[in-house]
C-alpha cells in the first residue's frame, strides 16, 4: 500500500483517471470550470499562457488547452515522479515541470501568466497559502487565479465511507478559509462558487454519461436555490492580481 501522508500522489492516481469514469468526469468538470471562470473575466484574449499547480499527469491542463484553443504556453507543476512518467507525450507549448508549487521551479517566470490554476491541490499541501503567493509571483497583472477545494462536510463523508482512500488531505478548507488564504496572498475580485451538486457527482459512478459544460449549468441552477448549498461536493474560488 502505498503512503500518501505527503500529499502527493502516485502512479495508482493516473491509472484511475484513465480508467475511471469519476475521475475522468471531475478533472474534465474542473478544467471547465477554470476555463469558464477565466473568460467570464478575461473573455476576448486568444493566446493564452496558462500554469496549473499540482498538475498530476497533465490531463487537466491538457483538457483546459484544448478549451482555450491551444495557442500560447501551458505550464504545469507536479512534485511526483511518478505521474511524470505517467503522462501522455504533450504539444510542443505544454511542459510538465517537476517541482513544489509552494517554491516554483526557476524557469518560471514572474508576471508570466494570463491564468493560474489550483485545482483540488490547496487541500493537499501544508501551506497552501504560500502557493498562493506563488501564484500570485507569476501572474500578470490582471491575470486570473482559479482554485478548487472539495467541501469539508462532503470531504469528510467520503473519508468515512473510503472513497478519497488515496487522497491524504492536510487541509479542511471552507469558504471562509479560502477566502482567507487567497486575500491574504495580495489577489482582490475574490468570487466564491459552490460545484459539482452530489446527485449529479454520483452519475458517472452510475456509469451515466454527462457534459462538465452541462453539468456546470446545473450547478448554476441549483445553487440559485441557496437552500440546497450543503449539496455541493465541490468549491472554487475566482481572484485577479491587481
Ligand atoms: C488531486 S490531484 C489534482 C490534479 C489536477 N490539478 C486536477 O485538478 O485534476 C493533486 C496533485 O497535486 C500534487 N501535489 C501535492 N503536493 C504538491 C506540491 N507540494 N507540489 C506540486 N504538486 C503537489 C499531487 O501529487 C497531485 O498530483
Redesign the pocket.
Known amino acids: 500500500m502505498t503512503d500518501h501522508s505527503d500529499?502527493?500522489?502516485d502512479r495508482e492516481?493516473a491509472a484511475g483517471r484513465r480508467r475511471a469514469p469519476h475521475l475522468q468526469f471531475r478533472?474534465r468538470v474542473?478544467a471547465q470550470l477554470a476555463v469558464d471562470a477565466f473568460r467570464s473575466r478575461v473573455p476576448r484574449q486568444s493566446t493564452h499562457r496558462v500554469i496549473?499547480?499540482?498538475?498530476?499527469d497533465g490531463?487537466?491542463l491538457l483538457a483546459i488547452r484544448e478549451l482555450l484553443g491551444s495557442q500560447g504556453e501551458f505550464d504545469g507543476?507536479?512534485?511526483?515522479d511518478e505521474?511524470l512518467a505517467a503522462a501522455p507525450s504533450v504539444p510542443a507549448n505544454t511542459r510538465l515541470l517537476k517541482?513544489?508549487?509552494?517554491k516554483l521551479p526557476a524557469e518560471i517566470k514572474d508576471g508570466h501568466y494570463d491564468l493560474c490554476t489550483a485545482?483540488?491541490?490547496l487541500e493537499?499541501?501544508p501551506d497552501p497559502t504560500q502557493a498562493l503567493r506563488e501564484a500570485f509571483r507569476v501572474l500578470r497583472p490582471g491575470g486570473v487565479l482559479v482554485a478548487t477545494a472539495p467541501n469539508p462536510l462532503w470531504d469528510d463523508i467520503a473519508g468515512k465511507l473510503g472513497m478519497v482512500a488515496a487522497?491524504h488531505h492536510e487541509q479542511e478548507l471552507d469558504e471562509k478559509a479560502l477566502r482567507r488564504i487567497v486575500a491574504a496572498a495580495g489577489f482582490v475580485n475574490i468570487e466564491f462558487r459552490r460545484f459539482m451538486w452530489a446527485p449529479v457527482g454520483v452519475l458517472p459512478y452510475l456509469k451515466l454519461k454527462l457534459d462538465p459544460a452541462r453539468s456546470l449549468e446545473i450547478d448554476r441552477w441549483v445553487s440559485k436555490l441557496k437552500l440546497l448549498n450543503f449539496g455541493f461536493v465541490n468549491q472554487c474560488i475566482v481572484a485577479s492580481k491587481p
Open positions: 500529499g502527493v500522489m492516481y478533472y474542473r496549473e499547480l499540482g498538475a498530476a490531463l487537466t507543476i507536479e512534485l511526483s505521474l517541482g513544489d508549487v509552494m485545482l483540488a491541490v493537499h499541501l487522497e
